[in-house]
């Protein structure tokens, strides 16, 4: 009786080591490493590029974004801000959420969804609209899953269409979701769609779903799919006590089968809410946030590898390379880490660093 009450839970911590492990490794197979990933930095309406070499890091302004603020009735540089932004693998064409002023507090403010040809200076305004607030861009950068409010700000007003970026029309979905949301592939798309927060995969063709069933014990607050496979992480909390650090759970996508991974969050004090994340291209690393605070982990084994203060805007430059932008004891702005290792250096101080740091997708 003693062996099998042992054996029990050491064959199911092997085979969940084992798929972890085969879902990195599959993932990094996958992984096509011909296009290197550029960093660069809005800010003062210019766009530059940061290059890191061996013992140099330099800044080249790449691009000016010809804002016409004489003709919304004002010259104050705070009369135009830039919200969110992404750019082509290329980086040959910037997206931007642009906001000019505030009609009320109450009121979403007037907004635009921009495309800006970096090396013309080309801009073109793909939707014009008040309440414009996050897109999410498809791998093949054909299409763009948009988010706005129609009225005032609440979960009831939000509204969600998908962009074409070829003809410029705008499909609406017949139903709300809330970020974050993330391609599966070109065709499906993950999400969350409120009210009840209930996790869907959503065929963006014809706009037909599958709820994805979750215990009705635990509150979802996000989820990230792994490179290159047909799983998720989910981040999740006992509603009874979600003070708890959260839970992370491993989910087919196809199957909808859901289960334990061999760790959580790291505590409840800093990682009660996780609902940030970001995997390296190859799914050896995972970057996770909580309340502000970062853990860096070796995404199989779950073993920590450094912890952040704050970060925002991130991205990675290779396997093992992330940046972003925030703070790390005394160094703050915009920061390196190497995953291997933890090692972490600065790249532009914060006062170069108060813009958008983008980072272009891998090949």
């Known amino acids: 009786m003693n062996i099998q009450f042992h054996l029990v839970p050491l ?39 940061i290059t890191t070499q061996p013992g140099v890091i330099s800044t080249q302004s790449v691009s000016t974004l010809p804002i016409e603020l004489e003709a919304l009735g004002s010259s104050r540089t705070d009369a135009w801000r830039l919200d969110s932004a992404d750019i082509t693998r290329d980086a040959r064409l910037l997206y931007s959420i642009e906001t000019f002023g ?59 269409c998908l962009l074409d ?29 409120v009210p009840g927060l209930r996790l869907t995969i959503i065929n963006i063709n014809d706009f037909s779903y599958r709820e994805l069933a979750l215990p009705p014990e635990l509150y979802l607050y996000s989820a990230v799919p792994i490179p290159g496979t047909r799983y998720m992480v989910l981040s999740m909390t006992i509603r009874d006590n979600p003070t708890l650090a959260s839970q992370f759970k491993l989910l087919n996508v196809d199957t909808g089968e859901l289960s334990d991974m061999l760790y959580n969050a790291l505590n409840q004090e800093n990682y009660s809410a996780v609902g940030n994340w970001t995997f390296s291209p190859d799914g050896f690393y995972l970057l996770y946030q909580g309340g502000g605070e970062l853990a860096l982990i070796e995404f199989a084994a779950g073993r920590l590898i450094t912890e952040i203060d704050t970060g925002y805007n991130w991205g990675w430059t290779s396997d093992t390379t992330l940046v972003l932008q925030g703070s790390d004891g005394n160094m703050s702005g915009v920061l390196e880490i190497d995953a291997t290792t933890g090692g972490i250096r600065q790249l532009l101080p914060a006062s170069e660093a108060n813009g958008i740091l983008l980072v272009t997708h891998p090949q």
């Open 11 to 49: 064959i199911r911590v092997i085979v969940i080591s084992c798929t972890l492990f085969g879902l990195a490794y599959a993932a990094s197979a996958q992984e096509d490493s011909s296009a290197s990933p550029r960093v660069f930095m809005i800010r003062d309406y210019q766009v530059a590029e």
């Open 102 to 160: 505030r009609t009320s507090r109450l009121l979403p403010t007037n907004t635009r969804l921009v495309r800006t040809d970096l090396l013309t200076g080309t801009r073109l305004t793909l939707i014009e609209n008040s309440g414009l607030y996050t897109f999410t861009m498809s791998p093949d950068e054909t299409k763009m899953f948009v988010t706005y409010y129609d009225g005032e700000y609440g979960v009831d007003t939000i509204r969600t």
């Open 165 to 193: 970026l070829v003809s410029g029309e705008c499909r609406t979905f017949p139903f709300a979701v809330i970020p974050p949301r993330y391609w599966i592939d070109n065709n499906y798309i993950v999400a969350i769609q």
